[in-house]
């Protein structure tokens, strides 16, 4: 019988535990977006990595209702732009998938460092039949094993990491034979997903012309960030929160209030940030 050392065997152990451990904390993530009928969405694709310096991913994209949305258009993300491999393929009005590899012979590109970075952009058309009210899935492919994954720059580690799917949420019309008008209401929407890792989309609407302002808080009432503190025209938006305090530090894991004041209004609500 082949003898097999301690060492060895507690080696593996804490070798498995790591990877275990690196699928929990490494994710890909989509964020969600709003959209009016026959208009175009855009989603990002967004990698958290925490546990390794990425080398390369790849990540297959399905849109579950391919008659009321289609893939259209897609171009990576700034993060990766000096990637030696970028691909988009394969690309159909329902699925795209997204490869990129950060160092090819004889290049020595480095990979990405341990943080948030958009990956890829998905440029999606939504049909003019699409209901208002409708909410349309953008999810991972769950077909096939390491149809989503993250590796070092080695190809040692390889991994399947969390995934977190996003969605379309198509706005309400309000005008007349088709027309789409301002909203009628001034309505903070709540974020998507919630709770969330890395990356939030947080949707609004304003029914008339001001200011507006929208930042996020802690839990004491500190500010953390402002996302938005500008003039806007009445219509429908939607800002990305990447966890990121005013200069650039990653906050912690925990409950966070978001608040839009716009003219004379204001609306608060809450987040659950984890890591």
């Not at 699928?23 to 989603?43: K, N």
């Not at 309400?172 to 008008?181: E, T």
């Not at 012309?209 to 500190?222: E, K, M, R, S």
Request: proline share 5%.
């Amino acid at each position: 019988m082949k003898k097999v050392s301690v060492f060895a065997l507690i080696t593996a152990v804490l070798l498995f535990a790591n990877l275990a451990q690196s699928q929990e904390i490494d994710s890909l993530i989509l964020t969600s977006a709003e959209c009016m009928p026959g208009d175009t969405a855009t989603i990002a694709l967004v990698l958290n990595n925490q546990s390794f310096s990425v080398g390369g991913f790849r990540a297959i994209i399905v849109l579950p209702d391919s008659v009321q949305a289609q893939f259209v258009y897609a171009y990576n993300g700034e993060d990766i732009e000096y990637f030696d491999y970028i691909n988009f393929a394969p690309f159909t009005v329902g699925v795209v998938g997204v490869t990129g590899i950060a160092s090819m012979p004889p290049r020595q590109s480095p990979p990405l460092p341990i943080g948030s970075h958009e990956l890829a952009f998905l440029k999606i058309a939504i049909s003019e039949t699409v209901p208002p009210g409708t909410t349309l899935s953008v999810i991972f492919s769950l077909a096939e094993d390491y149809d989503n994954a993250i590796s070092d720059s080695s190809g040692n580690i390889v991994i399947e990491p969390s995934t977190a799917n996003g969605q379309i949420i198509i706005g309400q019309p309000v005008g007349i034979g088709g027309d789409f008008s301002v909203p009628r209401a001034f309505e903070l929407i709540s974020n998507y997903p919630n709770p969330f890792n890395a990356t939030t989309t947080i949707s609004f609407t304003v029914s008339a012309a001001g200011y507006a302002n929208l930042t996020v808080y802690d839990i004491q009432g500190q500010r953390v960030c402002q996302l938005m503190d500008e003039y806007l025209t009445a219509g429908h938006y939607g800002v990305v929160w990447n966890g990121l305090t005013d200069d650039g530090k990653a906050v912690a894991s925990g409950i966070y209030f978001y608040r839009l004041t716009h003219n004379n209004e204001a609306v608060t609500k809450k987040m659950n940030l984890v890591k």
